[in-house]
């Protein structure tokens, strides 16, 4: 039954792929339903990769649209906090706590860039700025009220498990600079610590990269199979803020390495 559901739905989707590559004022919203009716199927069919495809696909979307003036409205604000969400659940259902978090960080941010009103008794004259009903008002509510309440399980999970969990990243011995780390290792692989962290805004990045350049050490920052040199701003711009990074401290020394990234993660990962 699932099956057939995702056949009938990429006919769909296919049928309304070549609106992305429209002007935005030509975009409708029907790419975005789309992608998110595939997401949320390939979930149930536990097809996690392809249902992270679509998921992503639908808040991009629904990013592009709400960002021109010539598309924003209340539909396409709404239909950017409920994907959000939506995607933010996905991965929050699969463990990956911080990508989540990125999710439901951003559905608080969205509202509060749109400087809403909100109001209980609609019988009353009661400004909702940026809506054009009583329905978009009170999904983003429903919205809002979701993502609060996710970012506090997730929260208290990390309560429960700590914060602070770096692991060992194995680089190829061919990799490292550092006298002091080959002199520590006599194997084809080196063992370097390092983290995961959130760059999801520019201030972050910014902070970020002021302060690996300050120190004498080499610093990695590494997304999916890439990892590149966390003090050059043009490398770290071209990773999707989306998407949680690792970042990888070369020394030897595990007490130094701890220390470094305890204070990034103690700043980005808010």
């Not at 992305?20 to 790419?31: A, G, H, I, S, V």
């Not at 130094?256 to 204070?263: F, S, V, Y």
């Amino acid at each position: 039954m699932l099956k057939e559901a995702v056949d009938q739905l990429i006919v769909f989707y296919k049928y309304v792929e070549p609106l992305e590559k429209q002007e935005p004022n030509q975009l409708f919203t029907y790419l975005s339903v789309a992608s998110l009716l595939l997401a949320k199927t390939y979930h149930a069919l536990e097809d996690y990769d392809m249902a992270e495809q679509y998921y992503k696909k639908s808040v991009n979307t629904d990013r592009m649209l709400n960002d021109d003036d010539s598309t924003f409205n209340s539909v396409t604000y709404t239909n950017l906090l409920t994907s959000l969400c939506e995607f933010g659940d996905f991965c929050q259902k699969r463990g990956k706590l911080l990508k989540a978090k990125i999710m439901y960080q951003e559905v608080l941010q969205t509202i509060q860039n749109n400087f809403t009103v909100y109001g209980t008794d609609w019988n009353e004259d009661i400004a909702y700025y940026g809506y054009h009903n009583e329905t978009s008002a009170k999904k983003t509510e429903e919205v809002e009220r979701f993502a609060r309440i996710s970012l506090w399980e997730i929260e208290t999970e990390f309560f429960k498990v700590g914060k602070f969990k770096p692991i060992i990243k194995t680089y190829p011995r061919k990799l490292i600079t550092d006298p002091k780390i080959l002199k520590s290792y006599d194997r084809d692989e080196v063992q370097l610590l390092s983290h995961e962290i959130m760059i999801n805004t520019f201030a972050k990045i910014r902070w970020l990269i002021d302060f690996v350049s300050k120190l004498e050490l080499e610093v990695d920052i590494c997304q999916n199979k890439f990892c590149m040199d966390a003090k050059c701003v043009m490398a770290v711009l071209a990773l999707d803020i989306d998407e949680v990074c690792q970042l990888v401290v070369h020394t030897a020394d595990m007490d130094q390495a701890t220390e470094i990234l305890r204070e990034i993660v103690e700043t980005l990962n808010e």
